[in-house]
């Protein structure tokens, strides 16, 4: 059973764009902050690109992605999502969707459930 579950990884050019989707499968996301990690080579960290709060929607973004990705979630659909535009071949790695109950923002060590990652590959 994984509690959450990531997709729409790929192959894209450099300049290219992809849209990531993060769906529970077993419970409902209205009440959970998501957040979206990603880990850019084995043995590295992952580091927290992008968030987005259970009670407002406010989005919070890396520096290294402003401008470019923006975070999102429709709670009817039960589904969060991670627009990314002008892709770079920094950004390529795996891409893992996570969720903390009722808090209001998202850190790494913080979160409640994990989805098992999807690969985004930058290249030309």
């Known amino acids: 059973h994984v509690p959450l579950v990531e997709s729409g990884g790929g192959s894209v050019l450099p300049g290219g764009s992809l849209t990531l989707s993060c769906t529970a499968p077993?419970?409902?996301?209205?009440?959970?902050?998501v957040g979206w990690f990603r880990r850019q080579a084995p043995g590295q960290e992952r580091e927290r690109v992008s968030?987005?709060?259970?009670?407002?929607?406010?989005?919070e973004y890396a520096d290294s992605v402003k401008g470019r990705f923006t975070v999102s979630r429709d709670n009817a659909k039960n589904t969060a999502y991670l627009q990314m535009n002008d892709l770079n071949p920094e950004d390529s790695g795996f891409y893992y969707c996570?969720?903390?109950?009722?808090?209001?923002?998202?850190?790494?060590?913080?979160?409640?459930?994990w989805g098992e990652g999807t690969l985004v590959t930058v290249s030309s």
């Open positions: 968030c987005i709060s259970w009670r407002e929607g406010i989005a």
């Open positions: 996570a969720a903390v109950y009722y808090v209001d923002t998202c850190f790494q060590w913080g979160m409640n459930h």
């Open positions: 077993k419970f409902s996301l209205e009440q959970w902050t």
